[in-house]
């Protein structure tokens, strides 16, 4: 049976003619609903990344429907967008051509793989009978002003040559080619996605989606609460909006920050005395992108606004105004305020134009304990630049490697007090400030005075002048205790243990702001408080009750850019009348079909294609009949894909995009497949779509998907990403044609962990291979008997324990190693019966469909497997009957037994005492006592 070409077309023509895997909508079985991600159909075809995935829902849809259930596992084409169009231009043909004949290539790439598809409900998003549906629900949206028209910057491919979301260009590059996007201000059609951002957040308590694609998108979402605050301009009537998610430092705000756009600039431009230098600025900076802007890393720019001056509506202290483009007008209200103590941004552009820093919190070190004295006190480093060491006190064992300390005086400085702390307790005289650290609330027990202190320690480092010393006058307590060690930063790291210094010391090198909790400081009614969710309620409970501030929730999540400046994409179904505005076109001339044109390529001046083509651009109004243009930009290529597992529900209905009976009975997508890389856009967008449908009583779910997985990249061998370039590309119809496809699917089930990165590897390829040449191998074993063989019953009720669980966790490779377990057992045996046979076969066929049902038929086992049931284990059958103990004499384990589990103890006995070595180690001897653990150990005393 080497020929499993045949054996696969054979198989895979047997399910299409006895439509095995068509999904009945009327059925009284329960349903269940599995989906992967249907592909764009690109030039290069599939690749061993989808074989991975697709394989895997397979697995499962093939074992649910055993299970007894009505499953659908539909699939379907991707196809409109830039790489249908950028793949269409590059090889100069149309892009409807193109996508048909990818289509072509992919659906016969996908059948040869044996997939269990309900291709009955085959779609792609560029049939005009679908997009006609896509269409119509764009204008649900316009129809609720969910749709709108707005001038904005947005993010621009100048090699793609059209807009692109935010999701579409992370990190500052176009997602599809890797161009650095520019920033270009375009009319754009956007959906208030923003208006779902709780909802979405919300919406995911409702799902059992991965921890990490929740968490992407919660984070994708950016939800912060906060407060709005109000700050005066002192030279005009009106106030600046911030918003801040830490309202409790409004005490340190040292200076505001508005974006380059605020219109707080062009408004008071007369007043505004170095406007030319903020226009300087604006120009420099107004093609940047959101990613460059807001990089936490790059160096602060910005202006001062000479003529408007804000005032800190807690302390009533006049601040500087500056613009820099780090601040967007997108995300909040365009200005914030800069606490530069307590962020890393905003002290960075403190240091950079020396504007004054204010601490409002205090970090906390040591424990708080009850009845603690108060002390004001210092930390001071010294350091040689000579040497590049520290000065250090060394107590020993009673106290460990400090740095210089003490408490200050009355009235005396942070400063004062260092200096003479240093003199006195090391002799150093001749030594320079170099800066001082915000102070550190510590809490310790003096166990030499039986008391604790909360102390405020202000931490200094000086700069070593000279060797020059003066006597040393130590206390009593202090003489011959310790010794002034110069040591490398190595050796503090290593050995200084006590908090506070070695925090200070850390500070010290490297000043910045401090971000975490503490107790609050220069802050009027907050002083004193540790708990930060009590200091930020208060304070926004400060701020309503003086009209000063109100809170807020705000997201960074925003509106979806819904245009696109391309040919290939849903024509967007609205007319613009000059007296009517944007009139949406009616439904019973939808769709709006794409013209026929020969020219399809993306312009320079970033205007559509379609807008070139005036007899398709010049109509007229739905609503007035009068003269009127069509919009030329199109949808996204995310528009058809955001609705279109709705559609399988129902893939023909000609009246509507799918009846309510359909999405009653399919309900939500039960198990849905798909890349991490898509859970902050597709993954986003859908659940917008659906749940917006859900609002307006067009579908039953307010979430479309139950259950959402990620599967891991293929990588190619020895661990690197496959690429052209390296060529080392895994072309998945050379592995069918070479190995077959069982091999293929059973290797890529087998290759690791699903949701983890794997490295593709020929050699395991053939090894299993090698794997289902066994399996027909050991059908020669076959004989006519029915029921399991007495030996092999318990191993397989284990096995098919084990396979049932973890297909249904998708641990495909420990389901396969199982299989392999089994089978070596099967070629131990002269014989197996046909039960034996049959199960095995039923178990791997989720993952190797074909071999199986030849096998299956070519020994006559029973009815073709994928119209067969699940076996059941039983729970009893799985507990090993016989085990192997050990016997000891005088506690050394002199042999081994075999028991059954429920043998007595007489026997067991009997079988310890006549084991040989047993014999040898007590002949001659008294046996004392023969001690049984029961299912453990024998021990037998002997003298």
Not at 148 to 176: F, H, Q, T
Not at 257 to 276: G, L, M, R, T, Y
Request: proline letters at 3%; one cysteine or more; glycine letters at 6%.
């Amino acid at each position: 049976m080497s020929n499993y070409t045949s054996i696969e077309k054979k198989w895979q023509k047997y399910w299409e003619d006895e439509k095995v895997f068509v999904a009945d909508n009327k059925s009284s079985k329960p349903k269940y609903y599995y989906l992967v991600e249907f592909p764009y159909p690109s030039g290069a075809g599939l690749h061993v990344g989808h074989v991975r995935s697709y394989t895997a829902l397979d697995a499962l849809a093939r074992k649910k429907r055993m299970n007894g259930y009505n499953v659908l596992f539909p699939m379907g084409w991707d196809a409109f967008g830039a790489p249908a169009e950028q793949y269409a231009i590059k090889n100069h043909i149309h892009p409807s051509v193109a996508v048909k004949e990818n289509i072509k290539n992919f659906k016969s790439q996908i059948k040869s793989i044996g997939l269990s598809i309900d291709w009955t409900r085959e779609f792609a998003t560029t049939d005009p009978e679908y997009y006609k549906w896509t269409q119509w629900q764009f204008l649900k949206f316009f129809e609720h002003g969910m749709a709108y028209k707005a001038k904005k910057n947005i993010n621009w491919c100048p090699k793609c040559k059209m807009g692109l979301s935010n999701e579409d260009s992370s990190g500052g590059v176009c997602e599809r080619c890797g161009t650095e996007v520019e920033q270009r201000e375009k009319e754009q059609w956007m959906l208030r996605m923003s208006d779902y951002a709780e909802d979405l957040i919300t919406g995911l308590d409702d799902t059992k989606f991965q921890d990490r694609i929740k968490t992407a998108q919660i984070n994708w979402i950016g939800k912060s609460t906060g407060a709005e605050v109000n700050f005066k301009v002192k030279e005009t009537d009106e106030d600046l909006v911030v918003f801040t998610t830490r309202p409790d430092t409004l005490y340190g705000v040292t200076f505001m920050v508005v974006a380059p756009e605020h219109p707080i600039i062009d408004k008071n431009k007369d007043k505004i005395s170095n406007f030319d230098e903020i226009e300087a600025y604006r120009e420099k900076i107004k093609n940047k992108t959101e990613f460059e802007r807001t990089q936490v890393n790059k160096d602060k720019t910005g202006v001062c606004i000479k003529g408007l001056t804000g005032i800190n509506p807690i302390t009533n202290k006049e601040i500087p105004i500056y613009i820099s483009d780090y601040v967007m007008m997108s995300y909040g209200t365009g200005a914030i305020m800069a606490v530069p103590a307590h962020d890393e941004r905003d002290y960075e552009f403190a240091k950079k134009f020396g504007i004054d820093i204010v601490p409002v919190i205090e970090q906390i070190t040591g424990e708080v304990k009850e009845n603690e004295k108060h002390k004001e006190s210092i930390v001071a480093v010294l350091y040689d630049e000579k040497q590049d060491k520290y000065l250090t006190i060394n107590w020993g064992d009673l106290g460990g490697r400090l740095f210089v300390g003490g408490t200050r005086h009355d009235n005396e400085s942070a400063i004062d007090c260092a200096i003479r702390e240093i003199k006195e307790e090391t002799g150093y005289t001749d030594f320079e400030f170099v800066r001082e650290i915000f102070p550190i609330n510590h809490h310790y027990y003096a166990y030499n005075k039986n008391q604790a202190y909360e102390i405020n320690s202000t931490g200094l480092l000086f700069k070593l002048t000279s060797d020059a010393t003066q006597e040393v006058n130590l206390d009593d307590d202090e003489k011959d205790n310790f010794k002034v060690e110069w040591v490398d930063e190595k050796t503090i790291r290593k050995e200084v243990m006590d908090e506070l210094h070695i925090t200070t010391f850390t500070n010290l090198l490297k000043p910045t702001a401090y971000t975490g909790d503490g107790k609050m400081i220069n802050s009027g009614v907050l002083n004193g408080l540790t708990n930060k969710k009590d200091s930020i309620k208060k304070m926004i409970e400060y701020l309503e009750e003086n009209n000063l501030g109100h809170e807020k929730v705000n997201y960074k999540l925003q509106d979806w850019i819904f245009s696109r400046q391309r040919f290939w994409g849903e024509p967007i179904p609205l007319v613009y009348c000059e007296d009517c505005g944007w009139v949406p076109v009616k439904e019973e001339d939808l769709p709006v079909r794409l013209p026929d044109v020969t020219n399809y390529e993306p312009t320079d001046d970033g205007e559509s294609p379609l807008a070139a083509i005036t007899d398709w651009v010049n109509t007229t109004c739905p609503h007035c009949g009068k003269p009127a243009k069509r919009e030329t930009d199109t949808m996204p290529n995310w528009a058809g894909s955001s609705w279109y597992w709705l559609r399988y529900m129902d893939a023909h209905n000609d009246k509507e995009f799918a009846s309510q009976d359909a999405l009653k009975y399919w309900g939500k997508l039960d198990f849905y497949n798909g890349g991490m890389e898509h859970a902050t856009r597709h993954l986003l967008y859908a659940r917008f779509w659906n749940q917006f449908l859900y609002n307006i009583g067009l579908v039953p779910n307010k979430e479309p998907f139950e259950t959402r997985v990620s599967h891991g990249m293929i990588l190619g061998e020895g661990g690197v990403k496959m690429s052209k370039s390296l060529g080392n590309v895994v072309n998945p119809d050379d592995m069918v044609a070479s190995y077959g496809a069982d091999a293929l699917r059973t290797y890529e089930m087998f290759i690791g962990d699903y949701e983890k990165e794997v490295a593709w590897s020929e050699q395991g390829l053939n090894g299993c291979k090698r794997f289902i040449d066994r399996v027909v191998r050991v059908g020669e074993k076959v004989t006519a008997k029915n029921g399991y063989s007495e030996k092999l019953e318990s191993l397989i009720h284990k096995t098919i324990k084990k396979v049932t669980e973890d297909i249904d966790t998708m641990k495909f490779n420990t389901a396969v190693s199982a299989l392999m377990i089994l089978l070596n057992k099967f070629e131990e045996q002269e014989e197996i019966t046909k039960d034996d046979y049959r199960t095995f076969l039923i178990l791997l066929n989720p993952i190797a469909p074909h071999i199986t049902e030849e096998l299956n038929e070519k020994y006559a086992l029973g009815e073709a497997i994928c119209k067969s049931s699940w076996p059941k284990y039983d729970i009893a059958k799985t507990v090993d009957q016989e085990k192997e103990i050990a016997v000891q004499v005088n506690g050394k384990v002199r042999a081994t037994i075999t028991i059954n589990i429920n043998e007595d103890e007489e026997s067991i006995k009997e079988k310890a005492l006549t084991a040989e070595n047993v014999k040898n180690h007590t002949a001659g001897k008294e046996i004392v006592k023969v001690i049984i653990i029961k299912g453990k150990i024998v021990n037998i005393v002997v003298k």
